[in-house]
Each structure stands twice: as structure tokens, then as C-alpha cells.
């Protein structure tokens, strides 16, 4: 993206936070189709993509989150729009219908406190697998002589 538009991308559980700041038009309207794509995670069941710093859209901004809109639709994922009353956007917003598609906020969801990412970082790593634990148990006499044996399914063996 361009020093007129900017994406930095958050998430908090399932949800992944997008703001993106500036101005989209037709000469960003790639870049930010590639960045939404980049900064959203297979495994986040809801996308909120704050516009409360975007002083300008046009038409080719509005078919980028139509877009947007339609690829998170087929991986089951839901998207928000945050636009506040008083942006210089909302007008936009309200004639081309995106309310219509996809839920239009005048506020971002209350977040933790957590630190904006430029574009999308990769997920954290799962932790290794760890090895089986052995939980066959075994019973001893006061003379430490094996009397039985139990496996997982509290089979008995002497």
C-alpha cells in the first residue's frame, strides 16, 4: 500500500481486526483487495474491518469489500464494517447498500489491549505434540513384588 492508505491488522481470540487508514481509490483498490486477503487467517470466524480512518473511498474500494465479502462468505467466515456517522465515508457506505451484505458499525468492538501488526503475521506456531504418557499402573507388595498390573483399560495382568 501507498502512503495514502495503510492496513494493520490485530486479533484477539477469533476475531482479527483490520483498520485501514487513508485514502481507496482505484489506485490502491489491488493492494487492498491483497492485503485483506494476507491479514485474514483461515481459522477467525469474524472479520471487522475498521474504516474510521478512511477519508476516501470509491467505486473501486466498494468492489474490493464486496470481494472481500464474498470470500469470507465461502470459508464460513463473517465480515463487520466499522464506519462512524460523523466519516466523511458514511454517505458512500449508505448508497452503495454494503448494509445490506454485511453489518455496518459506527464503533470497533471492545478488543484487549493487544499490538497492531502492519499487513497479516503469519499464526503462532502449535505447540509440539507431546508423547503419550504411559498410564499403565502397576500394584507391589511391602517387599516391592510385582502383584498385578492395570493398562489404559484397566485390564489386570499378574
Do not use: N
Not at 481470540?13 to 483490520?18: D, F, I
Not at 472479520?47 to 466498494?62: E, M, Q, R
Not at 464460513?76 to 464506519?83: K, T
Amino acid at each position: 500500500m501507498s502512503d495514502l492508505a495503510r492496513v494493520e491488522t490485530s486479533r484477539s481470540g477469533t476475531t482479527q481486526l483490520v483498520r485501514v487508514t487513508g485514502e481507496l481509490d482505484l489506485s490502491h483498490a489491488r493492494a487492498l483487495t491483497d492485503a485483506l486477503a494476507h491479514a485474514v487467517p483461515d481459522d477467525v470466524t469474524l472479520v471487522v474491518v475498521d474504516l474510521s480512518g478512511t477519508t476516501y473511498v470509491d467505486s473501486a474500494a466498494i468492489a474490493s469489500l464486496f470481494r472481500l465479502s464474498q470470500r469470507l462468505r465461502d470459508r464460513r467466515q463473517d465480515l463487520r464494517l466499522v464506519v462512524p456517522a460523523v466519516s466523511p465515508i458514511r454517505a458512500v457506505i449508505e448508497l452503495t447498500k454494503l448494509s445490506q451484505v454485511f453489518p455496518v458499525d459506527e464503533s470497533a468492538p471492545a478488543l484487549p489491549d493487544v499490538p497492531m501488526a502492519y499487513a497479516a503475521l503469519p499464526p503462532l506456531p502449535a505447540p509440539a505434540p507431546t508423547a503419550p504418557r504411559d498410564t499403565t499402573t502397576a500394584t507391589v507388595d511391602a517387599a516391592d513384588r510385582p502383584l498385578e498390573r492395570a493398562d489404559d483399560d484397566g485390564q489386570r495382568s499378574g
